[in-house]
């Protein structure tokens, strides 16, 4: 049995690792299975976002060849603001250059050509990368699913929920990077170089100003060694320009410590909240006793992190390190040590800088700090962030009564304000009534959902769902059309489109790791030429495309989709889910429509609306009748919002209704489709009657 080598010394702390290359790497890894991972940057000579300098520190970290990596200058309004100086590991090319798939989604990412794949987003992208190189370097996948000195941690798990459903991933991929670029434009202006860094917005982040600041001198944090009291969230703010010029005696100027960096203190002072915590604990030397002894729980609430998840390092630890000494860099020229607002991510750094191989890791990645003049004098000042760790289930962060929507009374009193304003629900049959059905013994094995994993008492109804999505797509999708399947899960709605419309390409989009490889799978199993995958959030997806299909995009995402389609000029066919998750994010608010919004009704309604809408069930009820009013009105405001945008809609139900329990169809056209407009004509004419009815 095949289990490669061992690079730790024999007697070596079971939770230690080496970072950077191992030896006999040369020979057992290869061109990576053809894994191609491409990485942002804006100059030639090493001048890369923050998440491209994270993303080279964890890939070097981890042993990934150079020749697997590929800078890519990247031009337009992306990437603007001054960037990190690294060493980059080859030469850059254009982003002309790029392969079109890798063309067609947000940088970093990761290309697999023999598996039509690609992964965006700094944490997948390093997560594939690694367990790459863990499975060639360990072929026994039984042997190095265990290793302890894998980077991805237990089970393989480090950062492996996308940052959209984890706040954790969010912390690592998103919020760091971002309070960095913030924090450097603070202390030196937005194009000044920062030793091995400098300053910068990637995607358009601007400072905020922090309420409820509280302001401390760098005496009295060392003083305190504390992170701030609870309160609410604050971001970094760009402090005035010096009133003298740099070391001399003029008051110093406020910096505003980054909210994140405080965030990430108050998760280091937490108790260690990891599966098995008592073992952890024992094999890194604690002193708690054994489980059956009295006392463990409460000595057990005494375990902190030694790093960010635990005694283990992580990736997680070689994404935050860069940002944060990035940072620190910044501040000394300005007198200020990262010790005092922050002293447990301060002891965090120094484990991390004693793993084996991390300095050289780092001097591989970044070329030397410059010597730099002093700065103007610097006060830190606090914002107040609440004592809670980065871990979702922590207890200190509960559900307030403000988070509460099903309170009777309130769904009461939404319904009669929207039944006051006459805005009213139009719900038509579905189009294709009575000839829904597809002969699934005619199709291959694996585009049946029964394929999928799918457990026998749901396979009739997952048979309906697609049965009714498909009638829709088939006849919405014109011949040569790009079908996305959003949130595709494992595959079942777009891989059935592949196989009924084989003259259209089909992209299958979901950022989820494990139900796309199913899909992958089921993919390869059909041969189909027509198919490509795109591991990442639905945002990371650029391409162009003519078709949106989505079935059970929980939340918010039926939002979203609904915008990319409308961004794009696409129609859209999507079964909405999950209504309790709708919510405001980014520039999705409710009510979606202008219709909504006149009728008087506050945004908080609309959300108890959607609450209420999950109150939907096979029981004949009076709550299930009143689940399914709202949520026939929550979809008429989603519709109502793409007709006002130029779109010819269709609200429908699906046949039969107990195939599910959301069981509601958008069918949504530009104005200057093309495709068979009767597949919209009957419906339309059905729901204008019942609005009629209604209204008389």
């Not at 100086?85 to 023999?114: G, I, N, T």
């Not at 909210?259 to 002072?269: G, I, Y």
């Not at 992580?314 to 910044?330: F, G, K, M, N, Q």
């Not at 595709?488 to 709605?493: A, P, Q, V």
């Amino acid at each position: 049995m095949a289990t490669g080598h061992d690079p730790r010394p024999a007697g070596q702390d079971r939770f230690a690792c080496r970072l950077g290359p191992h030896s006999g790497d040369a020979d057992c890894l290869g061109d990576g299975g053809g894994l191609r991972i491409y990485l942002p940057c804006v100059s030639g000579s090493g001048l890369v976002p923050a998440e491209t300098a994270a993303a080279l520190l964890a890939l070097r970290g981890a042993g990934v060849p150079a020749h697997w990596l590929q800078p890519v200058l990247v031009t337009g309004a992306q990437w603007r603001g001054a960037p990190v100086a690294v060493r980059l590991p080859r030469p850059a090319v254009a982003e002309a250059q790029l392969p079109a798939e890798v063309a067609d989604c947000r940088l970093p990412a990761a290309h697999l050509p023999a598996e039509r794949l690609c992964v965006a987003g700094l944490c997948a992208v390093v997560r594939r990368a690694v367990k790459t190189v863990d499975g060639l370097r360990w072929p026994d996948g039984g042997h190095y699913c265990r290793r302890d000195d894998s980077l991805l941690g237990f089970r393989r798990g480090t950062l492996a929920p996308p940052a959209d459903a984890s706040l954790w991933t969010r912390f690592c991929e998103r919020d760091v990077p971002e309070a960095l670029r913030a924090a450097l434009a603070a202390t030196r202006g937005p194009s000044a170089a920062v030793g091995a860094g400098t300053a910068g917005s990637v995607n358009g982040s601007e400072s905020a100003h922090v309420p409820n600041g509280c302001d401390h001198s760098a005496e009295e944090l060392a003083a305190d060694g504390k992170a701030p009291s609870a309160g609410s969230d604050g971001a970094v703010v760009t402090p005035p320009p010096a009133s003298a010029d740099a070391g001399g005696c003029s008051d110093p100027v406020k910096f505003t410590v980054p909210a994140e960096l405080l965030q990430f203190e108050h998760h280091m002072h937490q108790p260690l909240r990891v599966h098995n915590v008592w073992k952890q604990d024992q094999a890194s030397g604690g002193t708690v006793r054994a489980w059956g002894s009295g006392d463990h729980r409460t000595a057990l609430q005494c375990v902190r992190h030694t790093y960010a998840e635990g005694h283990v390092l992580t990736i997680s630890d070689l994404l935050l390190y860069p940002c944060l000494r990035l940072l620190t860099e910044a501040l000394r020229p300005h007198g200020l040590r990262l010790s005092e607002a922050a002293p447990a991510v301060s002891q965090w750094m120094a484990a991390v800088e004693a793993v084996p191989g991390l300095a050289e890791t780092w001097e591989a990645c970044f070329p030397p700090e410059q010597p730099s003049q002093p700065g103007p004098r610097l006060a830190l000042s606090l914002p107040e962030v609440a004592p809670q760790s980065l871990y979702k289930k922590d207890p200190a962060r509960y559900k307030p009564k403000s988070r509460l929507f099903t309170v009777q009374s309130e769904v009461a009193a939404a319904l009669e304000r929207l039944e006051a304003a006459r805005f009213v629900s139009r719900v038509a049959a579905h189009p294709g009534s009575g000839q829904l059905r597809l002969d699934w013994s005619a199709l291959p094995a694996a585009a049946s959902p029964a394929e999928g994993g799918l457990p026998a008492s749901r396979l009739a109804r997952k048979q309906h769902q697609l049965e009714n999505l498909t009638w829709l797509a088939v006849r919405a999708a014109r011949p040569g059309d790009t079908i996305v399947d959003f949130c595709c899960g494992g595959g079942h709605l777009g891989l059935l489109l592949a196989v009924l419309r084989p003259d259209c390409h089909v992209v299958l989009v979901e950022n989820k790791e494990e139900s796309l490889r199913r899909g992958q799978d089921r993919a390869a199993a059909l041969n189909l030429t027509n198919v490509s995958l795109y591991q990442c959030n639905m945002e990371f997806y650029r391409g162009q495309f003519q078709l949106g299909v989505a079935l059970h995009a929980c939340g918010v995402a039926t939002d979203l989709v609904a915008e990319r389609c409308l961004a794009a000029g696409a129609a859209l066919v999507c079964c909405p889910c999950c209504y309790g998750a709708v919510h405001d994010f980014g520039s999705v608010r409710y009510p979606r429509s202008a219709a909504g919004r006149r009728t008087g009704a506050a945004p908080r309604d609309w959300l108890v609306l959607g609450h209420a809408a999950d109150q939907t069930h096979a029981d004949g009820s009076e709550k299930s009748r009143q689940g399914r009013r709202c949520m026939a009105l929550v979809d008429s405001d989603r519709a109502a919002h793409l007709r006002e945008a130029g779109y010819r809609v269709l609200l429908t139900v699906a046949e039969p209704a107990d195939c599910s329990e959301k069981n509601h169809l958008l069918l949504a056209v530009p104005p200057r489709w093309d495709g068979d407009h009767a597949l919209l004509a009957a419906g339309a004419a059905a729901a204008e009657r019942a609005e009629a009815a209604a209204a008389d």
